[in-house]
């Protein structure tokens, strides 16, 4: 039962970064291969049954503020020569018509996101040429304070949305691309929300009563997100999700099913693993390939059908259409 809906569900990640593993092999390993040491790549794709998987160009401190254009360039090059070299397995996802496509081609739709606004480097103009090049979601901070507004690591003035910040959250709205408030600072959140006129995503982040680390979203967030029509993904980092080192797919289970709870519904939280960005992994979900072990784990708490296809990807697919048309 567990391993057929799974199957037929739609299974959508917002979040891993292995583009990074990909480009720092300087083109020994490519997606097609499968290595133990990753978690994200075809097979393990194809395993986990996902059909849409975001894929995050992590901009990294070494590259900020004044490298971060050519940094993002490269990290984009790379998933698209990914692309062309596995064009009977991967989809550039540029609209949901893209995911239908995909599905119809037994293809893995593979959407472009960037992790940190610092690769607009205070330019709209950026930010319509990563349009052009396929990037169909950002996420506007990292840890750290930039052009758009603060990151969780870096608040202590108390600012949201810089000037520059709303002008992009309206051109992104313009654009049809997806706001992503992982990472911002709290009023950087709430600013987002009064802004922008589409839906929005937290790809990878959890739940603050949960687990305490500052990166998590408060209940005051997560229903804010949920007015807005927006969706989190699950983030499997073990310090995201328990306050000791050893996190289990149970651990993803509490705080979906927090989440769910604190909601009254299922159709705002679904998957963001970060993997191949998180030093270690919940046991029970060690990579991609592990996805109907979580479809088994909510099965077996009582989720029925509809739920678990919320979960598993129709919640951000929903997104998706609305915001991507």
């Not at 990753?38 to 590259?63: N, T, W």
């Not at 540029?94 to 599905?103: G, R, S």
């Not at 009023?187 to 006129?197: K, N």
């Not at 149970?250 to 693993?273: C, F, R």
Request: charged share 25%.
């Amino acid at each position: 039962m567990s391993g057929l809906l799974h199957s037929q569900a739609v299974v959508v990640d917002t979040h891993c970064d292995t583009i990074l593993k990909v480009l720092n092999s300087r083109g020994e390993y490519r997606l097609r291969d499968l290595h133990q040491e990753e978690h994200v790549d075809i097979p393990r794709l194809r395993q986990g049954k996902v059909d849409v998987q975001f894929f995050a160009a992590y901009i990294g401190a070494e590259y900020k503020p004044d490298r971060a254009v050519k940094r993002t360039l490269q990290l984009l090059d790379c998933v698209h020569q990914e692309l062309d070299a596995n064009q009977g397995d991967l989809r550039l996802i540029l609209n949901a018509a893209d995911v239908d496509a995909a599905q119809s081609n037994n293809q893995i739709g593979v959407l472009l996101s960037i992790e940190g606004g610092e690769a607009l480097e205070g330019d709209l103009a950026c930010l319509r040429m990563y349009h052009r090049l396929g990037v169909r979601a950002v996420g506007l901070t990292w840890n750290e304070r930039n052009q758009i507004a603060e990151g969780v690591g870096e608040c202590r003035s108390g600012g949201g949305l810089t000037d520059f910040g709303v002008s992009v959250v309206a051109e992104m709205n313009r654009l049809r691309m997806i706001v992503d408030v992982s990472h911002i600072s709290e009023p950087g959140f709430f600013d987002v929300l009064a802004v922008t006129q589409h839906p929005t995503i937290a790809s990878h982040s959890n739940a603050r009563t949960v687990c305490g680390h500052v990166r998590n979203l408060t209940d005051k967030q997560i229903r804010a997100l949920a007015a807005n029509g927006g969706v989190m993904g699950i983030n499997f980092a073990p310090e995201f999700l328990v306050e000791h080192d050893r996190a289990t797919l149970d651990d993803v289970v509490a705080h979906i099913e927090y989440i769910v709870n604190l909601l009254g519904n299922s159709k705002h939280v679904g998957l963001g693993g970060d993997l191949d960005g998180i030093g270690t992994t919940p046991e029970g979900l060690e990579d991609a390939s592990k996805y109907p072990a979580l479809t088994d784990a909510l099965l077996r708490r009582g989720y029925g059908e509809e739920a678990l296809r919320d979960i598993l990807g129709q919640n951000h697919l929903r997104v998706m259409r609305t915001v991507l048309g």
